[in-house]
């Protein structure tokens, strides 16, 4: 008799433990998440205020930091965004190596990939742009007064076209034009001009024919009539992935940080898609860009080419794995890395998590 009575009495007590926790349990996690914004309901913000370190050149296709930085949601989820400026892109990639840059905003280069390939956790995480259909916001252009003798891919070769730079996405976004006519670099006179503005001015001297350029210098250029856009993109080189958004080795090795600034950046490139492809705030939205980012005049982004940002984060792998081929076909990398070493997805995929996917 009394070992039965033991046995109901060890039940109800399992059962009484099992409703307290079942009952404890919402509880607690609204008691946890009580300082999380109302954006990222399920998320809080870091424990203590971190400052991330970003190296941009504050350019349109930063929009995901820079309306992030002005609506606040890095601070929401306890990030301070201090923004670094640098003189050349190999002197980014040395101080993400090293661990004293967290975020690069930047295009593929060989430096950036052979960083990588030394095992030093530098990964490319995000888009940070890419040309979208009808209207490619980093381009081949000619000069206007080229228009009716450069109609096909077979008229560049021998004319001077200028890029700022190679073994990096400039001359990349070249081949893949001359490509289309069975043509290299070899074909033409191949410029090298560091600048943008730069090369307007060539373009309206006449010292070069055609460039690779991108806005808001391409609309600048229309404007004073000395260049045309000529081609879409999408007819030469579809898949591209213009530029990337890369943390650095103290990012990689802090998810807590690396997850937050991640969401931030995602809920920032979704104000940016509403407004300039579904019309949602934009005057909100271009008042931030002229404000924070180098294009002042809120005039040009109505005529400007939109720079294409994937509202769900997540690069070209396409385009990524392409652009290794290049390399590796040029002998421009150290060691033979992969897709998989280069890009680190888990960071977009934590945001999604979180915010769901783009609506």
């Not at 891919?153 to 006519?181: C, F, H, N, P, W």
Request: hydrophobic fraction near 45%.
């Amino acid at each position: 008799m009394k070992k039965v009575l033991w046995a109901k009495l060890a039940i109800l007590l399992i059962v009484i433990l099992m409703i307290t926790a079942c009952g404890s349990q919402p509880a607690t996690n609204s008691s946890h998440l009580k300082n999380a914004p109302a954006w990222a309901a399920s998320l809080n913000p870091l424990a203590q205020e971190t400052t991330v370190k970003v190296g941009m050149k504050q350019a349109v296709s930063d929009a995901g930091i820079l309306i992030g930085m002005a609506k606040g949601y890095y601070k929401d989820l306890g990030i301070t965004i201090e923004p670094i400026q640098f003189n050349s892109g190999q002197e980014m990639i040395n101080q993400l190596a090293a661990g004293q840059l967290d975020v690069g905003a930047t295009v593929s280069a060989s430096g950036l990939l052979n960083a990588m390939s030394r095992d030093i956790p530098v990964k490319i995480v995000a888009d940070k742009g890419i040309n979208v259909p009808g209207k490619g916001y980093y381009r081949l252009v000619i000069r206007k007064d080229l228009v009716d003798s450069l109609k096909d891919y077979s008229d560049l070769k021998g004319k001077r076209i200028a890029i700022v730079g190679t073994a990096s996405l400039d001359e990349i976004a070249l081949s893949r034009v001359l490509q289309k006519a069975n043509l290299t670099t070899q074909d033409i006179d191949l410029q090298v001009i560091r600048s943008f503005p730069d090369m307007l001015v060539s373009l309206g001297n006449k010292s070069i024919d055609a460039a690779m350029v991108i806005e808001p210098f391409i609309v600048q250029g229309m404007e004073k009539g000395i260049l045309d856009p000529w081609k879409d993109p999408v007819e030469y080189d579809p898949d591209a992935q213009t530029a990337l958004l890369v943390f650095g080795t103290s990012l990689t090795k802090n998810p807590d940080v690396a997850n937050r600034f991640m969401t931030a950046y995602i809920k920032a490139l979704r104000d940016y898609n509403d407004a300039f492809f579904k019309d949602l705030n934009k005057a909100e939205i271009v008042s931030i860009l002229s404000r924070y980012s180098v294009v002042k005049d809120p005039q040009l982004y109505d005529k400007m080419f939109p720079t294409g940002l994937n509202p769900d984060g997540y690069v070209r792998t396409k385009g990524i794995e392409m652009d290794l081929a290049w390399y590796r076909q040029h002998n421009l990398l150290k060691s033979d890395i992969q897709f998989e070493d280069a890009v680190d997805n888990q960071y977009v995929d934590f945001a999604l998590h979180i915010l769901g996917k783009y609506q």
